[in-house]
Antibody, heavy 120, light 110 residues
Framework: QAQLVQSGAEVKEPGASVMVSCKAS????????IHWVRQAPGQRLEWMGWINPGKGDTQSSQRFQGKVTITKDTSATTVYMAVSSLTSEDTGVYFCAKKTIGHPHGLDVWGQGTTVTVSS | QSALTQPPSASGSPGQSVTISCTGTSSDVGAYNFVSWYQQHPGKAPKLMIYEVTKRPSGVPNRFSGSKSGNTASLIVSDLQAEDEADYYC??????????FGGGTNLIVL
């Protein structure tokens, strides 16, 4: 059973950085990309970017370039998403989700979400 | 990349059918058959309901179906049930390794 487990909630001050982890199990992680999605309180889902854990290739949405860094561990089973220079607008729930590299095109397994609160 | 356009809300009575639209451009929805739909209940992670415009993952009721015409994709929910009340989002490939979500639609079962 494929599963993604994310790290726990974070509270950060403005200007700080935060790193959220996403640990994969139950499938061969090299064959799937991990995408990151943000949801501000009461707002829509927003695509942030993705990583190919097997090769380490990444792509970020233009909106998050320079703000978000997506990396992986050497085993490719855990992916990390770091957000820098936090402001109140970065408050929200961050989800990781799995997608096959190539077909089929859909985010078929999701992490439980990590709440990040930016507050002084 | 601007969000795909969805109606903020839709509604129907139990047993009825509802269609939720997702309008993009010739660079995203219109260019690729890579539109998927997600159901999200409050406080929960999204769930994949439809992928590649018309395909349904195992375990998703066949009351859920998808279609596309030009730059607009649609999610059709037939025989509405109370548990279908949720937010629904479309997601499309936008070229250049980029993807984009719709603004979301709150489906209300009357």
């Amino acid at each position: 059973q494929a599963q993604l487990v994310q790290s726990g909630a974070e509270v950060k001050e403005p200007g700080a950085s935060v790193m959220v982890s996403c640990k994969a199990s139950g499938y061969t992680s090299n064959n799937y990309a991990i995408h990151w999605v943000r949801q501000a309180p009461g707002q829509r889902l927003e695509w942030m970017g993705w990583i190919n854990p097997g090769k380490g290739d990444t792509q970020s949405s233009q909106r998050f370039q320079g703000k978000v860094t997506i990396t992986k561990d050497t085993s490719a089973t855990t992916v990390y998403m770091a957000v820098s220079s936090l402001t109140s607008e970065d408050t929200g729930v961050y989800f990781c989700a799995k997608k096959t590299i190539g077909h089929p095109h859909g985010l078929d397994v999701w992490g439980q979400g990590t709440t990040v609160t930016v507050s002084s | 990349q601007s969000a795909l356009t969805q109606p903020p809300s839709a509604s129907g009575s139990p047993g009825q059918s509802v269609t939720i639209s997702c309008t993009g451009t010739s660079s995203d929805v219109g260019a690729y058959n890579f539109v998927s739909w997600y159901q999200q209940h409050p406080g929960k992670a999204p769930k994949l309901m439809i992928y590649e415009v018309t395909k349904r993952p195992s375990g998703v009721p066949n009351r859920f179906s998808g279609s596309k015409s030009g730059n607009t994709a649609s999610l059709i929910v037939s025989d509405l049930q109370a548990e279908d009340e949720a937010d629904y989002y479309c997601w499309s490939f936008a070229g250049g390794e980029n993807w984009v979500f719709g603004g979301g639609t709150n489906l209300i079962v009357l």
